[in-house]
């Protein structure tokens, strides 16, 4: 591991925890995007460059603003008077140790996963792109009509209901 | 001869990391670029503004600045020394904070501003063998970084705790994510064309001739409105005259920098500056032939002198639009991007598809001509519905 991955690897759990208990929570949203950005950080370290710069598109670019809209528009900006943390939370914290340790030993022991590190396979946009356009070309193209879909779907949405009422109110602007 | 002045800055580079212990030479070789970048391009930023005031000037019957050039001389420059009593003044500013501000988000802001925008340089070509990263996939790049924008500009706006930074806030994100898709969308199509995300193999797909003309992307159907959409939509982007609401003076002081004072404000200045060099170079790359030349006996000038006149010209004509157009209303803003842009960008694809299948000869540009020109007809109606454009009526207050 170089220590640019330890880095990396730090700052994005330092996001991700901050994300959870920090008190605004549009910080909570700016420290998940800190978190996104960290994660596709690591990607790129480890080579996958798709997945790394479709993390920053999708994850910071858009949904770490669509919830800091939701935020914004459902919530006024102050911040909780009480604590963050509820009451039980000790029990909690002893819970998901206990999940997580049962849940590594699951993995750890199962024969589905190879003892054998295999080689890493090269994915570079190009073969990834490849398999998108052979082996997986169909359900890229439903995903692709069904992404059309929503955004002309959003285009209706987003037009004039009632045209008559819309003209009355046009009428003066120009 | 002319090869060597073409590849000047590249055998520097490679002369200066020869000198470097073998183990260090990725570490130095990027500091000399990062180097590269972060003085040229402010060094044109600098340039911009001076020449920007002048040209506004010259628009709107003044002279603009003409006084400042050389101290202790009385060189003048024709007032191109302005810019550094502008950096002095910037640096030297009170920097004020509001009380209510949220401190460490607000100083933040014109940090994460400025990342996202440098990092993009990353992957432009910026003349032959000129480009910092070659990625494989470099235009996702381009668009990935260019996405965190959003996030420093909603910062900005939220931490300032002032109701005009926060509406100047909301109306730069619903503007850049509205002309991000046929932004993208208009990109697509060259992506189509040449087959790769590679900028460079973008320009060297461009880079043949006919007739003495390159095989520019803008000299095709689907090139030219891809051009013009991508064009129209980085005027968007970059916040700029006629689609500057996010920043209306008149109308919310400066949007979401107004509580920025000194250098902060400066450096936004230049995050915006930059971002929008940015995106042209991005613009040039894909249509304008990046470092190529117009027509193959001009291809003995310098691939970066070429890349640099092209990103001067495309700026020229921003800041002539920015003198001439007024700023377009919110509803104006949205009815464009989302009912004109996006579906002529859809048609765009089709259309390079077509092009893509079609046989090289003269019927191919009758079909991808006679389709554009019908869609963005029937668009353009479209879009003109139910807007009365009779004689102006004014209305005075009794």
Redesign the interface.
């Known amino acids: 591991m170089s220590p640019f991955f330890v880095i990396t690897g730090i700052v994005t759990l330092l996001g991700a925890a901050f994300a959870m208990s920090l008190r605004n929570l549009v910080h909570c949203a700016l420290a998940m995007a800190v978190a996104f950005s960290g994660i596709a950080a690591l990607y790129l370290q480890l080579d996958a460059q798709f997945v790394g710069f479709a993390e920053i598109l999708v994850y910071v670019g858009a949904i770490a603003i669509l919830i800091v809209f939701a935020i914004l528009l459902t919530r006024s900006g102050e911040a909780p008077e009480n604590s963050v943390l509820t009451s039980g939370w000790m029990a909690g914290i002893a819970v998901s140790a206990m999940l997580f340790t049962m849940l590594g030993w699951a993995v750890l022991n199962s024969s589905a996963i190879p003892k054998e590190i295999p080689p890493a396979p090269v994915a570079t946009v190009k073969n990834v792109g490849d398999a998108l356009m052979t082996k997986f070309v169909l359900p890229l193209e439903i995903i692709g009509l069904v992404l059309t879909a929503a955004m002309i779907g959003a285009v209706i949405i987003a037009l004039k209901e009632d045209s008559q009422k819309s003209k009355s109110e046009d009428g003066g602007q120009q | 001869m002319f090869d060597k002045l073409d590849q000047i800055f590249v055998t520097a580079l490679h002369w200066l990391v020869s000198y470097v212990p073998e183990m260090l030479r990725p570490v130095v070789s990027a500091m000399i670029c990062i180097a590269f970048v972060m003085s040229v391009f402010p060094g044109v930023f600098a340039l911009t503004t001076v020449l920007e005031r002048k040209i506004l000037g010259r628009i709107q019957n003044r002279y603009g600045p003409n006084r400042v050039g050389i101290p202790f001389t009385k060189i003048r420059l024709c007032g191109f020394g302005q810019f550094i009593p502008d950096g002095i003044k910037s640096l030297t500013k009170e920097d004020i904070v509001p009380r209510a501000a949220?401190k460490v988000?607000h100083f933040l802001a014109p940090v994460v501003m400025l990342i996202p925008v440098l990092l993009a340089y990353a992957v432009l070509p910026f003349g032959k063998n000129m480009t910092i990263t070659d990625?494989?996939?470099g235009l996702?790049?381009f668009?990935?970084?260019?996405?965190?924008v959003?996030?420093s500009v909603?910062?900005a706006g939220?931490s300032s705790?002032n109701k005009y930074s926060l509406l100047g806030a909301m109306r730069a994100?619903a503007q850049m994510?509205s002309y991000e898709?046929p932004l993208i969308l208009s990109a697509v199509t060259v992506v189509m064309v040449v087959g790769s995300?590679n900028l460079s193999e973008i320009v060297k797909h461009q880079n043949n001739y006919t007739f003495g003309i390159a095989h520019w992307h803008v000299f095709t159907p689907w090139g030219l409105v891809g051009f013009v959409l991508f064009f129209i939509a980085s005027l968007a982007e970059s916040n700029r005259t006629p689609f500057d609401l996010p920043e209306a003076e008149s109308e919310i002081i400066a949007g979401y920098f107004t509580e920025y004072s000194g250098f902060k404000f400066a450096l936004f200045f230049l995050g915006e500056y930059l971002g929008m060099f940015a995106i042209i170079g991005l613009g040039i790359t894909l249509f304008l032939g990046g470092w190529t030349s117009p027509v193959s006996f001009l291809t003995w000038i310098p691939s970066y002198v070429w890349f640099l006149s092209k990103l001067m010209a495309i700026v020229f004509v921003f800041i002539w639009i920015r003198g001439t157009l007024p700023r377009l209303r919110m509803d104006q803003l949205?009815n464009f991007a989302?009912?004109f842009m996006?579906p002529l960008a859809?048609i765009n694809i089709f259309v390079a598809g077509i092009w893509h299948y079609m046989a090289a000869d003269w019927q191919r540009w009758l079909v991808c001509s006679a389709i554009i020109f019908g869609a963005y007809a029937i668009l353009g109606r479209g879009l003109m519905q139910?807007?009365?454009?009779?004689k102006?009526?004014y209305?005075y207050a009794e």
């Open positions: 949220d988000v990625y494989d996939a996702l790049f668009f990935a970084v260019g996405g965190a959003e996030v909603f910062m939220w705790r994100i994510v898709i995300l949205m989302w009912k996006l859809l139910n807007q009365n454009f009779g102006r009526i209305r």
